[in-house]
């Protein structure tokens, strides 16, 4: 089974523009997480979607938002970009998103600001 | 506010001895927790978990214990092992009536040593 593929691996964008991320997850696996990875913050969740729909959502600003398509794939976007988003930004699937169902990560996509 | 906190940054073990790795945690919601193992360029893979009503679950060379009254929790490996060398995460989940909002530690970096 392929696992959580995330494109693309990096990423090099200036102040003010914005980017797409995007995450296909395990097949079958219908719940997508995302969480941004920074030194010294460990790894912070953004939102999680279920069947198109955001049910988790954590404390970002508006800037960031995500989407899910109905293959489950998911695309995580972030207008207005500044030097504190450089990070790893992580893909995380799992079949239905319980709170105690394992969550499998892709590689993460690497976005440098400058 | 850093709910789940990992107080060492990284720790130097020698091939065939224990390793340690603390995480203490202020939610007394979180019920359910878990341990992910990252390599560089790798996104964070499970580890082992515990639930609430255990303190201590065992696999194979990792052994979590959970110590519910001082909101701690420990990874033991023994015999470490070279391969080893990562970065651990500790995580905790609640039951909110929704789905995989992980909270992650900042990550304890392991060195194993020859």
């Known amino acids: 089974k392929a696992g959580v593929t995330q494109t693309p691996r990096y990423l090099i964008k200036t102040r003010g523009q914005q980017v797409t991320l995007s995450c296909s997850p395990i097949s079958g696996h219908r719940s997508v997480s995302w969480y941004q990875q920074t030194p010294g913050q460990g790894l912070q969740f953004l939102f999680e979607?279920?069947?198109?729909?955001?049910?988790n959502k954590g404390n970002f600003p508006g800037r960031f938002s995500g989407r899910q398509f109905s293959n489950s794939r998911s695309e995580m976007n972030v207008s207005t970009l500044e030097l504190g988003d450089s990070a790893l930004y992580l893909c995380?699937?799992?079949?239905?998103?319980?709170?105690?169902?394992?969550?499998?990560f892709g590689s993460g996509t690497q976005l440098s600001v400058l | 506010d850093q709910q789940v906190k990992q107080n060492s940054p990284s720790l130097s073990v020698q091939e065939g001895r224990i390793s340690i790795l603390n995480c203490d945690y202020t939610?007394?919601?979180?019920?359910?927790f878990l341990w992910y193992k990252k390599y560089p360029a790798e996104g964070p893979t499970f580890l082992i978990s515990i639930s609430s009503i255990k303190d201590k679950n065992e696999d194979g060379r990792f052994t979590v214990f959970l110590n519910k009254s001082a909101k701690h929790l420990s990874l033991h490996i023994v015999p470490s092992q070279p391969g080893d060398s990562a970065v651990y995460f500790c995580?905790?989940?609640?039951?909110?009536?929704?789905?995989?909002?992980?909270?992650f530690g900042t990550g304890t970096r392991l060195q194993v040593t020859l």
């Open positions: 939610n007394s919601m979180f019920d359910y």
């Open positions: 995580a905790a989940s609640a039951w909110t009536g929704t789905a995989s909002k992980l909270t």
């Open positions: 979607y279920f069947s198109e729909t955001q049910r």
């Open positions: 995380a699937s799992s079949p239905l998103g319980g709170y105690r169902e394992k969550l499998f």
